[in-house]
C-alpha cells in the first residue's frame, strides 16, 4: 500500500533492476508535450491496445482532457525518467467513472522500450490506492483479448476476467478494492 497525502502533488521514486530511476506522479496540465509524445512514440500494436483504435496522436480536446485531474471523480498519474535534464514520459494509468457508482473505469500504458521491467505493476499499484482513498469500491477495464501481458498482469494483480458481452474480441476485467 502506498499512502499519498496530496493526491494533487507526490511524487514517489522507483529504482528498477537495472538500477533506472522512474518517478511516478501525478499528470498535470503542463504534461501536455510529454503526453502527446508518449502517444506518438507507442508502437501502433500499443496504440491500438489502448485506444482500441488505429490513433496516432490526441486531438487538442483528448490532450487536454487527459491532462486534467479531478481528484476523487478522475486521476492519472505517469511514470517518468530524466535523461540530459529532459523529463520523459514512460507510462500512463488513469481512473474516471465507472459504469456503477463506486466503481471506476481505468487504462494504462507503458512505453514499449520499459515494457516487462514493473512499471505497470506499480502505476496501477498506486492507481488503486488513491481509487480505494477516494472511496471507490472497484476497479474495471477492457482489454483486447490478443493483449496477452495486460491478461496476465490482470490475473496477476487479482482481476476478475470475462468476454464482453457486445465484443467478442475484448475482456472485461474487475476487481474489487
Known amino acids: 500500500m502506498v499512502y499519498v497525502t496530496d493526491p494533487a502533488n507526490f511524487e514517489i521514486k522507483l529504482r528498477l533492476d537495472d538500477q533506472s530511476q522512474v518517478l511516478i506522479r501525478p499528470i498535470r496540465p503542463e504534461d501536455s508535450e510529454i503526453e502527446q509524445e508518449f502517444v506518438r512514440s507507442m508502437s501502433p500494436q500499443s496504440r491500438y491496445f489502448r485506444f482500441f483504435s ?20 478522475n486521476m492519472a498519474i505517469i511514470a517518468t525518467t530524466v535523461s540530459q535534464e529532459r523529463e ?3 507510462g500512463v494509468a488513469r481512473y474516471a467513472p465507472g459504469s456503477e457508482e463506486g466503481w471506476a473505469e481505468f487504462a494504462i500504458c507503458v512505453a514499449d522500450a520499459w515494457h516487462g521491467r514493473g512499471i505497470a505493476t506499480s502505476l496501477l499499484q498506486v492507481l ?6 477516494s472511496g471507490l469500491v472497484g476497479i474495471e477495464g477492457s482489454a ?23 465484443d467478442s474480441r475484448i475482456s472485461r476485467l474487475h476487481k474489487k478494492l
Open 144 to 166: 483486447m483479448n490478443e493483449n496477452f501481458r495486460m491478461l496476465k498482469l490482470a490475473r496477476q494483480l487479482g482481476f476478475t476476467i470475462s468476454l464482453d458481452q457486445r
Open 54 to 73: 488505429p490513433l496516432k496522436e490526441l486531438s487538442p480536446a483528448a490532450l487536454k482532457k487527459l491532462t486534467q485531474n479531478v481528484f476523487p471523480t
Open 88 to 90: 520523459t514520459q514512460i
Open 128 to 133: 488503486f490506492d488513491l481509487a480505494k482513498d
